[in-house]
């Protein structure tokens, strides 16, 4: 009897740990976020526009944005932020397709626009330096080019500038656009996208206005950010020889320049949805290879010691760290079953932390809802896609592991902005299994 006792004990300690680490690392830690987010922006602060408004510098790197180039245009174009205030700047870092011909189109069709374009280097690091110093602005504000800016985008990011002279950078929130996920007619894509949608609501809505309230601004998106002109001459400009420049721009601004960084989050950005599985599988295996080069340039100041003192060591041991075990955990858990584990045990803990999971969403889903309030059309979209509550503790989930092949990857292959496809990949691992099957016979003939 004791013997049962112990081993009943010593299983349900073992799994309680194993269900901890996801509760402990990112369950508890978003729900109290939540509520204080929830509590801090049930008012809405509205902020007046000064009687003189400064000049703004937009750059805009191009390279082949033949297709999206002239409604990006457009979209700065209809902003009501006075025209004749913003300078853009095309910098075209050696497209091959006609993108020239969409600024044509742009100069002829908004003449009131102070439009010029310059030819640069190849690589968005080095077209966005070649413009920094082109630029007339007090702020310099940098947009994708196949993306499109909220009517009232660049006033609210002004406005938040010039409401707070301590602030040296802003991100904007980035959302993909919903009238393209709309017209997705794939059921499989329509749904990616759907929670591709509802995880870049949360992240800028949410998880980046809660990492500003203390300036731990983790990463500004590349996608649309912006600065004040002065502090951003203090720093070594994009660096050129990561992936991950945008991530790097933020911890010299934040760490190496002391300087705040935060989120103004009603200047949306909308961006074209993820197109496939392949997709999202390089796209996170790069913004992992990005975040890992540009910690890893700073390791000097990561120390394990400093876990309660720095928010840095904190994030990369959560964010990271930990991604390995919950993992591992989860692929452990069919050994469990032959380890005597009652597949009942198991199959109520994963609908525990499933749950657990959904309620963070529902969370989130409150605050987002909350911070939309003054985007009717983008708050109706959003409200109706709540049914993706339930689905996104997979997405995420899948993601995790892109991001941990773009972990393994960086440690054997050289960083680039396009990695192998996710089907190419799976070729490969099937051909790498069966090669290891086929050693294994020969060593037992």
């Not at 600024?103 to 030819?119: G, H, V």
């Not at 309030?373 to 892109?402: D, H, M, Q």
Request: hydrophobic share 45%; charged share 20%.
């Amino acid at each position: 009897m004791s013997y049962w006792l112990d081993l009943t004990f010593f299983k349900m300690g073992f799994w309680i740990t194993w269900a901890l680490i996801p509760v402990v690392v990112e369950i508890l830690p978003a729900f109290f976020s939540s509520i204080w987010l929830i509590v801090q922006h049930w008012h809405k602060t509205k902020l007046n526009v000064p009687e003189k408004l400064p000049i703004v510098s937009l750059i805009i790197p191009v390279y082949n944005s033949e297709a999206t180039l002239f409604e990006c245009i457009r979209s700065v174009n209809d902003s009501t932020y006075p025209s004749d205030l913003v300078q853009i700047i095309l910098a075209d870092n050696q497209s091959t397709d006609n993108s020239f011909a969409a600024y044509e189109r742009a100069q002829n069709e908004f003449p009131n626009l102070n439009l010029r374009l310059i030819r640069t280097e190849q690589g968005k690091a080095k077209a966005l330096n070649s413009a920094i110093y082109s630029s007339i602005g007090t702020y310099i504000i940098n947009i994708d080019s196949d993306g499109i800016l909220e009517k009232n985008a660049l006033m609210n990011m002004v406005l938040r500038f010039e409401h707070d002279s301590e602030l040296a950078a802003l991100t904007g929130t980035i959302l993909p656009q919903k009238k393209m996920i709309k017209a997705s007619k794939k059921r499989s894509l329509k749904l990616l996208q759907r929670n591709e949608y509802f995880e870049y609501a949360q992240a800028f809505l949410s998880g980046r206005i809660i990492e500003s309230r203390n300036n731990r601004l983790f990463t500004m998106s590349g996608a649309f950010s912006a600065f004040r002109k002065n502090d951003l001459l203090q720093t070594f400009l994009y660096n050129t020889g990561t992936i991950g420049e945008d991530t790097d721009m933020t911890f010299q601004m934040r760490d190496r320049l002391k300087n705040k960084v935060a989120i103004c989050s009603d200047a949306i950005f909308y961006i074209e949805p993820i197109d496939s599985l392949d997709d999202l599988y390089i796209q996170r295996q790069r913004w992992q290879t990005g975040e890992l080069e540009v910690v890893d340039k700073n390791a000097d100041d990561l120390k394990l010691k400093s876990f309660f003192k720095s928010f840095l060591v904190r994030r990369m041991m959560l964010d990271h760290t930990f991604l390995f075990p919950k993992l591992i955990w989860s692929a452990a858990s069919i050994i469990l079953l032959f380890l005597g584990y009652s597949w009942v045990i198991l199959l109520l803990s994963y609908l525990l932390i499933y749950f657990l999971y959904v309620g963070v969403s529902l969370l989130n889903y409150i605050c987002v809802l909350l911070l939309l309030r003054g985007f009717a059309k983008e708050r109706a979209f959003f409200r109706s896609s709540w049914w993706v509550i339930f689905t996104l503790p997979f997405y995420n989930f899948i993601c995790s592991w892109f991001r941990l092949v773009g972990t393994l990857n960086s440690m054997t292959r050289k960083s680039s902005w396009n990695t192998v496809r996710f089907k190419q990949e799976t070729k490969n691992l099937y051909a790498q299994f069966l090669e290891d099957i086929k050693i294994i016979k020969n060593k037992w003939r």
